[in-house]
């Protein structure tokens, strides 16, 4: 790891010097944009003001043989579209470090996009060397090219190693923007025996003990993720990053996608993937909070204002434990409303 005293310096001569604080940006969804596809990248620009985040995939269904047009179409797509002018980030998942063709397409998206893209995700990080890598290379491409703006990265954790390793992963680089659980890759892994891509599973349960009548005993479905969800989130939290949940790949079923949102955004999760546009606004009303939960965390902060002392509301007892939380509820409707007009009118800012 490096000393404190070097954590922020350039990794290059002539490398933008890394960010203290990542940007504060709202990233309720991250909408995946096939790029190879003429037909749907026409269909960002209007897309894009209806999202937080536009990410264009260079990595899993992309066909081999589509790679080079979909690395093509990112840089088109960064060039077309002012992201930045829209409040709307660009990012690119771009392919394995183990891949044919990773390299070339991370020198070109500097060289030719390196002012405009945010975020580079990375697939599979299993360590923290992984991330050293990133870094490193991240800085000689930007001072090569004269890139102003720190590109971030962030890892999607989708190994049994890399979530072993997940608390260096987060802390290993100023770069670091958040890391995604990618839970089919993951499974694959871990020789798990389901074949879904996120949520949960009929066969993942718990049951009552018999009952004496011999009746139908009561068994609920369990979160298959819970464990791994958790652990990120705190590694997450614990370094100054941001947690997401990542793909839920049943797009017929909007019901457990949003359950599913949920759990992650109530465990502390920042957004969660969009894989197909019905999933967008599903993102946007899990991952903004309840106005009625913002209203009462107002009227927390409002009857202590100094985050000390105990108050009564409605029957509850308020200290600085529930100051803190309701702070954290209220931070986040502040930055949502001044993104996101409807969520303003609604939270009353």
């Known amino acids: 790891m490096k000393t ?41 620009p209007e897309i894009a003001p209806t999202v937080d985040v536009i990410l264009a995939n260079l990595e899993d269904a992309i066909p081999a043989d589509a790679k080079g047009a979909a690395l093509a179409g990112t840089v088109a797509m960064s060039r077309e579209v002012d992201f930045r002018a829209l409040d709307v980030g660009l990012w690119v998942r771009i392919n394995g470090l183990n891949s044919p063709w990773h390299l070339d397409e991370v020198a070109t998206l500097v060289e030719k996009s390196g002012d405009r893209i945010d975020v580079l995700m990375v697939p599979k990080v299993e360590g923290p060397w992984d991330i050293f890598y990133m870094d490193q290379l991240l800085a000689s491409l930007e001072a090569k090219h004269g890139v102003t703006r720190p590109i971030l990265l962030h890892a999607i954790l989708e190994t049994a190693e890399g979530v072993m390793n997940v608390e260096q992963i987060a802390g290993a680089s100023p770069r670091m923007q958040g890391i995604s659980l990618g839970p089919a890759d993951l499974a694959a892994s ?16 718990v049951i009552e003990d018999p009952r004496a009548d011999g009746s139908v005993r009561v068994s609920v479905q369990q979160d298959l993720w819970h464990y791994t969800l958790a652990k990120m989130v705190d590694a997450c939290a614990a370094h100054g990053i941001k947690p997401f949940y990542g793909p839920f790949g049943a797009i017929d079923d909007p019901v457990a996608c949003e359950q599913q949102f949920r759990n992650a955004f109530l465990m502390g999760c920042a957004g969660a993937w969009s894989l197909h546009p019905s999933q967008i606004e599903i993102a946007k009303r899990v991952f903004s909070p309840a106005p009625d939960e913002v209203a009462f965390a107002r009227r927390i902060l409002e009857a202590m204002p100094d985050g000390t002392g105990v108050a ?28 996101d007009a409807a969520y303003a009118g609604l939270y009353g800012f």
């Open 4 to 44: 404190p005293r070097g954590f922020f310096r350039p990794l290059a001569i002539g490398a933008p010097t890394p960010w203290r604080e990542p940007p504060a940006r709202v990233e309720r969804m991250i909408h995946f944009v096939p790029p190879h596809l003429d037909k749907v990248r026409a269909k960002v």
């Open 190 to 205: 871990r020789a798990m025996k389901t074949t879904r891509v996120g949520g949960g599973h009929p066969g993942y349960r």
């Open 312 to 339: 009564m509301l409605d029957g509850k007892m308020q200290d600085d434990a529930t100051w803190k939380q309701a702070k954290v509820m209220v931070d986040c409707a502040k930055q949502i409303a001044t993104k």
